[in-house]
């Protein structure tokens, strides 16, 4: 009898799981996804670097995160409050487990904390106003900040937490160490605490997540697994979607952007993303390095500087090259950063006619010649961009003789501030605009003060709010600097922003995914029909 | 024979050293990785600390020397880009350079020799021409050309066969291979192809002007008034003469193969060395360009040096040239 019983529940238990793996089997959704580049690694502060923050950061996660419209969320932190000016209590997330099963505790947040910090980690942006962390007990913390900081939730939300018992065990305390020329385990391999976990990796071929059954929230996604695919060729990117080998690519090239919409199956995402592009010239040389005029400095007059902003066709930039997808930009930060300003944000008109004036009341009635250097491979039609820029400088008289090169030759250029003209973009890695303020705007200085400013644009004014800036705690006085700076920025002309370029994607159209403007690809948002 | 190959090795070795050499020098121009390494917020000086560790702030011959010094231990080195050992990078990469190779040479050769043959027998025919029109064809499309024309007609319309990759693989100890699985040989097709046209036509085009060289020699006129069938004279008495410069050139050519597996590689986005030299450039990644390039002069030297065991073996004169110095 009870054989019998046991049997027939036997069965039926049998008969449950058939039909359990049969509908799990039909519900297997892989989602395969392409970018042009691989990360470099999978060690979370290894390289500060988009595409590999965004790939880590669907494994790893932080004390804050970024939510469907790009606002902080509670991550592995569930609340937090400012206890006195430099003092932040963040409460943990209870019961949090890592991949490789250990518990998440404070311990892992300093842990975390100081390898983020420590030699061979290239995230210490994130964590550079901190001073130290103190643990209240195993789900709180105390951070303590070097000033007030008001910013902090928003600058660790990429500051991602790793295990410490799984660092120690596996030997990857750091991130690299060059001079012992040995591989870190970590940045193969990872073990966090986020909605997915990294099932396998072979470097710049294939990178596969599957779901995380024992993460904390509630899945908003429906795939069972994800396989990223660097394709690095544009036309094979684009390829490899049209021939359904894809469902979702990033970046399509402009060009490409009708065809893909022609297809019924396709779709294109597009945004304004958070950088901005601009041209920087150089304004602290008594003479340009690259130019015909002798013994002064064109730039150092503010109507020429005026003279090349207004003979600039943004329109003609934004319809030709950019395919009516740039957002024309008037300040130096994107509309996604932190503390941006909108009533700054307006563009001197095109005037080729005023400019012309203006370059004859500055003592140059026929113009003059001026070398530029411009990446080619680094931002969308950058090349292109610049060529527009020199066609146009040219109808008003300013002859550019244009340099333009790889970005490895580029970049060292305008770090040694040994260009007279430049291009450049620029995301503020802290996603706030005095991260814009410090590294281009101010005065170079000691430390990384400046250090983009490739024409050493200085105002002690805007150098004075930017060092104010980083020590208010009022949020609302904290905002008023901002747009103070900026507003002299703009009246020097110190720079001539030019547009944010859009993120663009190419997916089936049956793939819904959540576009957010740093171009992180969460797969937590990921639906596939 | 010994001194020979001695001298040889001597002369290789040179070889090897003098590509190290121009390539260090050529470094230069490249640009700086430090900047991609440490991300826009580092601060100059721990650029500058970065550049002195990695001794990038040396003037070339010394980056050389401590390059050639590691190297002879079989040290390439940290890749700056990924951070990971070169000799692990590339051992992950050879296995698909050298699949992909293979395969292209296997086709130049399967293709090119047969329609070479068929052209050199009935140059009259339609399908002659039609082979020679297309011969033409491959001599002038570029590689990165044809393989995206490929990719749209096989991958995109027809849909048969794989963009890009190399498909499912399997671990044969160290070494990954695509020849086990169907994906993987589906995926190896278009690469393949795409690599081998230019050799193929090439193989082609010499076969066919060897052996109508050879069909008006004398001893297949004397086979022919033997009143042999034309199947012996064709195959065993013209085509067997015809090979030997062919197979010499294909041989020769299988370094170039490798070599411009680059552009191939690029496209298909197939995960080989070229790939990985392609993405080295541009992000200044020095020690795997040098490593890559030496290997690649390796692979030259190696083979020149198979060649001229070879000719050694069937030139008597090349030993009585070593006799006469004695």
Redesign the interface.
């Known amino acids: 009898m009870i054989r019998a019983v046991s049997l027939r529940h036997l069965g039926a238990w049998a008969i449950a799981c058939a039909v359990g793996l049969a509908a799990f089997q039909a519900e297997a959704r892989t989602f395969r996804f392409a970018n042009q ?1 691989d990360a ?2 999978v060690d979370p502060h ?4 988009a595409v590999l923050l965004s790939l880590t950061g669907n494994v790893y996660e932080a004390l804050t995160g970024r939510g469907r419209k790009f606002e902080i969320t509670p991550e592995l932190a569930t609340d937090w409050k400012q206890t006195a000016p430099t003092v932040w209590r963040f409460n943990l997330r209870k019961n949090v487990k890592f991949h490789d099963g250990s518990p998440f505790t404070a311990d892992d947040v300093i842990f975390s904390f100081e390898r983020a910090k420590g030699e061979g980690s ?4 994130y964590v ?1 106003a901190i001073r130290e962390i103190r643990k209240v007990d195993a789900n709180a913390i105390d951070i303590v900040t070097t000033e007030p900081f008001t910013i902090l939730p928003q600058t660790v939300s990429r500051w991602y937490i790793m295990s410490k018992k799984w660092c120690e065990k596996n030997g990857a305390m750091r991130p ?1 160490d ?2 012992k ?1 040995t ?2 385990y970590a ?2 391999r990872a073990s966090g605490t986020g909605p997915f976990k990294l099932e396998s990796r ?5 990178t596969v997540f599957v779901p995380n059954p024992e993460w904390w929230g509630k899945a908003e996604h429906n795939i069972t697994e994800a396989i990223f ?5 544009d ?3 684009v ?2 979607l ?4 894809m469902d979702m690519v990033d970046p399509v090239p402009l060009q490409d952007v009708p065809r893909i919409r022609s297809n019924p199956d396709l779709q294109v995402k597009q945004s304004p993303e958070m950088r901005t592009i601009f041209l920087g010239m150089d304004q602290k040389r008594d003479e340009l390095l690259f130019s015909n005029v002798k013994g002064k400095n064109p730039f150092k007059d503010k109507r020429v500087r005026q003279a090349v902003y207004q003979a600039i066709d943004i329109e003609a930039i934004r319809t030709r090259i950019m395919r009516g997808v740039s957002t024309p930009a008037g300040i130096m930060v994107a509309p996604s950063v932190e503390g941006f300003v909108p009533e700054l944000n307006k563009r001197l008109p095109f005037d080729a006619e005023g400019a012309r004036r203006l370059l004859s009341e500055a003592g140059y009635p026929s113009g003059f010649e001026v070398g530029m250097n411009c990446p080619n ?1 680094r931002y969308v039609n950058d090349g292109e961009i610049c060529q527009a820029v020199a066609s146009m400088l040219a109808k008003v008289g300013i002859k550019v003789n244009l340099v333009a090169e ?7 250029k305008v ?1 040694s501030r040994n260009v007279s003209f430049y291009l450049a973009g ?1 995301t503020p ?1 802290s996603q706030d605009a005095h ?1 814009a303020l410090f ?1 281009l705007m101010s005065t170079p200085g000691e ?2 003060q400046g ?2 400013n490739g024409g050493a644009y200085s105002n002690p004014k805007v150098d004075d709010l930017t060092r104010r800036i980083g020590a208010e705690n009022d949020p609302a006085k904290r905002t008023n600097m901002i747009a103070e700076a900026f507003r002299i920025h703009q009246d020097d002309i110190g720079h001539i922003p030019l547009h944010q370029q859009p993120i663009t994607w190419g997916l089936r159209k049956s793939v819904e995914m959540v576009q957010i403007p740093d171009n992180f690809q969460y797969l937590r948002w990921v639906t596939v029909k | 024979m010994a001194a020979f190959v001695l001298r040889r090795l001597v002369q290789a070795a040179l070889v090897m050293a003098a590509v190290g050499l121009i390539a260090f020098a050529l470094f230069r ?5 430090v ?11 721990e ?1 500058a600390a ?1 550049s002195a ?2 001794g990038l702030d040396q003037p070339f011959h010394v980056q050389y020397g401590r390059f050639v010094a590691r190297a002879v231990q079989g ?1 390439f ?2 890749s700056l ?5 070169v000799s ?1 990078l590339f051992a ?1 990469r050879l296995p698909a350079t050298l699949e992909l190779s293979l395969a292209a040479a296997l086709f130049a050769v399967a293709v090119g020799i047969p329609m070479g043959v068929y052209t050199a027998l009935k140059p009259r025919s339609w399908l002659s021409q039609a082979f020679l029109v297309v011969s033409l064809i491959g001599v002038s499309l570029p590689t990165f050309l044809i393989g ?1 024309l490929l ?2 007609v096989f ?2 319309q027809l ?1 048969w066969l ?5 498909g499912d693989v399997v671990m044969l100890g160290g070494w990954s291979t695509g020849l086990l699985t169907v994906s993987g040989l589906k995926a190896l097709i278009l690469p393949s192809i795409t690599l081998g046209l230019f050799q193929m036509t090439l193989i082609m085009r010499l076969t066919r002007s060897e052996m109508l060289e050879v069909l008006r020699a004398d001893h297949i006129r004397f086979a022919r008034a033997r009143g042999l069938p034309d199947r012996l004279v064709h195959f065993r008495h013209a085509l067997r003469n015809t090979l030997v410069p062919v197979i010499t050139v294909a041989g020769l050519q299988l370094g170039s193969i490798v070599a411009f597996a680059i552009i191939t590689e ?4 197939w ?1 080989g060395m070229g ?2 030299f ?2 080295s450039v ?3 990644d020095v020690p795997v360009m040098g490593a890559y390039l030496c290997l690649i002069a390796l692979l030259f030297v190696i083979i020149n040096l198979v060649v001229d065991l070879l000719y050694y073996a069937v030139d008597p004169r090349l030993r009585l040239d070593g006799a006469a110095a004695h």
């Open positions: 580049g470099l690694s290894m390289h500060n670097e290239d995230v210490r942006v550079a690299v060059v001079r020329g591989e870190n940045s193969t072979q470097p710049g071929v294939k695919t660097p394709i690095a060729n036309a094979t990117r390829a490899a049209i021939s359904g080998e491979d790889p970005k490895t030759q580029f970049f060292p770090l620029w890695a991260n590294a430390g990384a250090q983009f | 121009f490249v640009g700086d990785p900047v991609f390494m440490l991300g826009q917020d580092a601060t100059p000086a650029r970065m560790q990695l040290d080195g940290l880009r990924q951070l990971r050992p692990t992950e995206i990719i749209l991958a995109v849909g794989p963009s890009f990759g190399r690029t496209v298909f986005q995960p790939l990985l392609i993405q541009m992000f200044a």
